[in-house]
């Protein structure tokens, strides 16, 4: 295949995964579960020096179904808590925080320096829930136009790369172009419900947890019995 053709959807796919990246970025910032993601707008600056947290902390992802609403931050040095928690609540404001003490520190013991920073998703109640939905919507629908847009620009770019080639060479850029496309849309569409059941997901956590603190018993389905809210099926 001449350079020319590779040239344009070499180009089209360094767009369209660079919109699929803005739209991960984006919602990993929506906090519905604990991802590393949402920690990248950090930055704090330290005797003139621009620090992200990488530079301060060791960051450790809760990841299993029952507990991955929470990211615990262990700093390098105890002095940087207090950065390191002002920073967040500047790009986070939305988190719960909270210094939890080490395994190895007695009940007691109030030391700072056995001390580290959780951060805690904010629960997902009825209105948070419809909210969220309403902004995975949204930037699914962004990154949809803006692949859109590619898909007619690189479009018309093929068209002319290959008036000078033969038919079966220009047929099969245009099949390996709209495959392109077509595996971008189901990338596009997988993230996308992957997000919305982590929605639900973190609802019915909620809603488990309301269930248990007003002492309702549950159906077959996990539905709090005698309570206003509902679980997804």
């Known amino acids: ?55 301060l902390a060791r960051v450790v992802v809760h990841d299993s179904e029952d507990d991955n609403d929470k990211i615990d931050i262990y700093p390098n ?9 002002g920073g967040m609540m500047s790009i986070h404001p939305e988190m719960q925080f909270s210094l939890e003490k080490y395994d190895e520190a007695e009940e007691e013991d109030d030391n700072p320096e056995l001390k580290y920073l959780r951060l805690t998703m904010p629960k997902v109640n009825d209105d948070r829930r419809k909210l969220l939905l309403a902004a995975i919507a949204a930037i699914d629908e962004q990154c ?34 709209e495959q392109l496309f077509d595996n971008y849309k189901r990338m596009r569409e997988r993230m996308t419900e992957e997000q919305k059941e982590n929605v639900n997901k973190a609802y019915m956590r909620y809603a488990r947890e309301r269930a248990r603190e007003e002492g309702i018993n549950r159906d077959e389905k996990g539905n709090p019995i005698g309570s206003t809210l509902k679980l997804e099926d």
């Open 1 to 55: 295949m001449k350079h020319k053709i590779v040239n344009v959807i070499s180009k089209a796919q360094e767009r369209l995964l660079g919109y699929i990246g803005q739209m991960s970025y984006e919602y990993a910032q929506l906090c519905i579960k604990a991802d590393p993601s949402s920690l990248l707008g950090f930055e704090e600056v330290i005797n003139g020096k621009t620090m992200r947290m990488e530079d």
């Open 77 to 85: 040095d105890p002095g940087f808590i207090v950065c390191i928690m």
């Open 144 to 177: 949809k136009v803006n692949h859109e847009k590619m898909k007619v620009k690189y479009a018309a770019e093929l068209t002319t790369a290959t008036m000078t080639e033969k038919a079966s060479d220009a047929d099969e850029a245009k099949k390996l172009f």
